[in-house]
């Protein structure tokens, strides 16, 4: 077999020749783009597009058409991607390393959650770069797909499976060869659902190359994102094929998954088999978020402090004091987004840096555009808004570190448990509700009995929502009025009092918050209720 190495210059059919009559015959021109071949036996390496229409070509040809590069960790049309600052995020980033690294994991999918703005799409890339980077690991990887909202080639299912699997006939060679055999036999399989391109693209061929009795250390396909993919039932689909891929099919990889936990997401990875055999990491105080916040904070400040050396030159380090960069990261409440917004503002080209942070500090919601776009589509997005905007009066007024439960807010705002539940479950990236799961509950516990008195606990994951909804002129027609919406809910709770004597209920008033969520009274709803310090308790 021909070997190439260095590709050779020519300017013409034939060189340095005269007087040349060609009679009859056909004439062929093939054109070949970033084709290279190389210099290792029995390997080579087609890394683009033929126009030869032979039906090899067609197979990594109709592939290529099919994927959308853009969507992969180290494209150009995503440059520059979020990153991690050096220092930062290393617990989190270490233990999905440690998974990756791990030759038998007992987990084949990882699911990495938390609430928009905290990061995930920055410790993803990164995992993905410290993969591709380090040869001890390069070959870990087998694919990165980075959904975008709105994003042309990112925001669709459809383009997921012929990203991945043409990544995957790039980045291990012996793979190549089945899955072009796979389009070859059979050039309708890009039209075929999400599962069968699974299972005939990525399945198959690592079923007849792998010898399945010899140990395989499976690498990772990332996916960022899931939430962003178009469609509710797009992405139910996609976590139902993997499923079907790795626990059914025993697909020889393991996916690394990010996402909001949106309802439908959350409510997938709760079904058998993948809530028994996925890895959640959910990221929250444990993985010392505000201490991370400050070290993002600080390295940007500090990168701000040099571009601008010009107008700091008299400004004392460490700039800003650390008391100021506490009270950032307090409000940033884990939130990356907010930490990174309030860097672009102050790095601002024609104004001073330290003029700029202090409007932040006594104008909270001067820099903040992008958080309240972010904020304001997911109050849009709802899709009970004749309730929407009493449920959120409800949640600021009895907001407070203790947090509130849904019975609470049922009481202090007229609405239904059971249509603030539904309420609640559109705005998963703002608000958590905590419901147990069964299984945590003892065998031989009345589970309907226990729901029964059970109140979910409802909290904001981040204050700046709060102080996205209390401002004006940032919230818009969301915008809850602190003082109307006291008026409103002391008359409610004025009228609740009233009914409790009048019905003879008992009535208590404590002064220390009660967190214990389960009445032992023997009324089918206890109500508790936080406010200013005091905590009612009415049945």
Known sequence: ???????????????????????????????????????????????????????????????????????????SDRDPPPRCAEGTRKKVIADIMNWIKDPTPRESVLWLNGPFGNGKSAIMQTTAETLRNDPQTSHLLAGSFFF???????????????????????????????????????????????EAQLRYLITEPFRR??????????????????????GHDSQILILSAISTAVFKDNLKLRFLIASRPERQISETFRTHPLHQLHLPITLVNDYKTSEDLKK?????????????????????????????????????SGQFLY?????????????????????????????????????????ESNPRQEMLSSVLSSIVYEHSEYGVDIHSLEVISGIQAENISVVLRGLPAVIG???????????????????????????????????????????????????????????RLDELVAECLTRRYSFNVTETPIFDRIPTVNHPRGIFINVHGNSFATC
Not at 218 to 230: A, K, Q, R, S
Not at 303 to 332: C, G, N, Q
Not at 346 to 371: G, K, N
Request: include cysteine; aromatic fraction near 10%.
């Open 148 to 194: 975008g909202r709105g994003k042309s080639g990112r925001d669709k299912a459809k383009y997921l499976v012929p990203t991945i699997a043409y990544q995957i006939a790039t980045n291990i060679p012996w793979m190549r060869n089945p899955i072009e055999s796979a389009l070859i036999s059979d050039s309708t399989i890009l039209s075929k659902s999400i």
């Open 433 to 491: 509700v905590e419901t147990p799961y069964k299984h945590e509950m003892p065998e031989d516990f009345p589970w309907q009995h226990f729901m029964r008195y059970y109140s979910p606990e409802v909290s904001v994951h981040h204050q700046s929502f709060i102080e996205f909804l209390t401002d004006k002129e940032r919230a818009g027609r969301f915008f809850v009025d602190k003082d109307i919406g006291y008026g409103e809910m002391t008359a």
């Open 209 to 230: 190359t792998l010898d399945q009795s010899t140990p395989f250390h499976t690498p990772t396909v990332i996916i960022d994102g899931l939430d962003e993919c178009d």
């Open 339 to 379: 930490a990174s917004t309030v860097l672009k503002f102050v790095d601002a080209d024609d104004e001073h840096p330290v003029h700029q942070l202090e409007l932040i500090l006594t104008r909270p919601s001067i820099a903040f555009s992008a958080v309240d776009e972010l904020y304001t589509l997911i109050l």
């Open 1 to 75: 077999m021909m070997s190439l190495g260095q590709p050779q210059q020519s300017s013409a059919l034939f060189d340095n020749v005269e007087n040349i009559t060609i009679h009859g015959g056909n004439y062929h021109h093939h054109s070949i783009q970033n084709f290279s071949i190389s210099n290792e036996p029995g390997e080579q390496q087609y890394l683009g597009l033929f126009d030869d229409p032979s039906p090899f070509v067609k197979g990594l040809g109709l592939l290529r058409q099919a994927a959308s590069l853009p969507a992969a960790h180290d494209s």
């Open 296 to 332: 993002h904070m600080r390295s940007g400040f500090d990168r701000i402090y040099e571009r601008h050396s010009d107008l700091m030159f008299a400004v004392e380090k460490p700039w800003p004091s650390d008391e100021k960069l506490t009270v950032l990261a307090h409000r940033a």
